[in-house]
């Protein structure tokens, strides 16, 4: 079973349950699946782009999802590998499409991409649960009440104090 195989049980991310479960089943963990336990689960390239549309429906292609990660539209990790890695917490996924979360893509910009914080450990924090977000992550608090909420700017200062 193929990486994309395994990631594509059930339509789930890989590093989600079912998508875990799969992998498991494989020689061995492969790189997205080691950077899924690290931030959340992801999708691959190819499932971004047979689940994600244009405002006419119609399907991107894998070239389409490179510009868009090119161009910071798409929040995505390289693994060890050289793979494309895109954290699930920027999607909402309805009816089989994913469509991304506009507050949560507003929230990344504003993390503090120039510390000695990667983008690894950024992402896991995005999909870290916080006591002061209500037992929310960023990314589902971000989607819910806006990027410039009080509360998210809050937790935002307190990341961006340790970053320095």
């Keep these: ?3 994309e195989m395994a990631a594509a049980v059930d339509g789930a991310a890989v590093g989600s349950r079912a998508g875990v479960r799969a992998s498991a089943e494989t020689h061995g963990a492969s790189d997205t699946t080691l ?5 959340g689960p992801v999708y691959t390239v190819n499932q971004v782009a047979r689940w994600l549309t ?9 070239a389409t999802v490179r510009k868009r990660i090119h161009a910071h539209k ?15 917490w920027q999607f909402t996924r309805t009816a089989g499409q994913l469509q991304p979360r506009r507050e949560v893509l507003g929230l990344w910009s504003m993390l503090p991409h120039d ?8 992402a896991g924090w995005m999909a870290t649960r916080l ?4 037992r929310l992550t960023p990314a589902d608090y971000a ?3 806006g990027a410039n909420h009080p509360e998210i700017q809050a937790a935002l200062s307190r990341l961006r104090d340790r970053a320095v």
């Design 115 to 122: 510390s000695w914080m990667d983008a690894a450990t950024l």
């Design 143 to 145: 989607n819910r009440h």
């Design 54 to 62: 244009t405002p006419g429906n119609s399907r991107l292609s894998q």
């Design 1 to 3: 079973m193929t990486e």
């Design 74 to 88: 798409l929040v995505a990790l390289r693994t060890d590998d050289r793979r494309w890695a895109l954290p699930a």
């Design 131 to 134: 006591t002061n977000l209500d």
């Design 35 to 39: 950077l899924a336990s690290r931030i």
